[in-house]
């Protein structure tokens, strides 16, 4: 019988998701530049772009250190519970 499939690690896609929204807003930001200057979305990234773009790193950096710590504890789980236990003969012959 195979092996169960490990769990997915959730945060991982989150770490991507994060990364598109702060390219989406790169764009948009760059984008307002050329714009009208009077839109609402220009004028919301005038005053709060700052406070957007860091929370937009901080997002990024968290869900890519927490993908990295769990996926590091799993791989050292699965390699603890691969190896066989002293009772287990090595050399057979």
Do not use: C, W
């Amino acid at each position: 019988m195979p092996d169960p499939a490990p769990p997915r690690n959730l945060f991982f896609p989150l770490a991507a998701l994060s990364s598109v929204v702060f390219i989406v807003t790169i764009l948009a930001l760059v984008a307002g530049v050329f714009g009208d200057q009077r839109a609402p979305l220009a004028q919301l990234f005038d005053r709060y772009a700052g406070r957007i773009l860091a929370g937009e790193v901080a997002a990024i950096l968290i869900t890519g250190f927490l993908a990295m710590f769990v996926d590091r504890r799993e791989s050292i789980r699965t390699q603890k519970s691969s190896k066989p236990g002293p009772h287990v003969q090595q050399n057979q012959g």
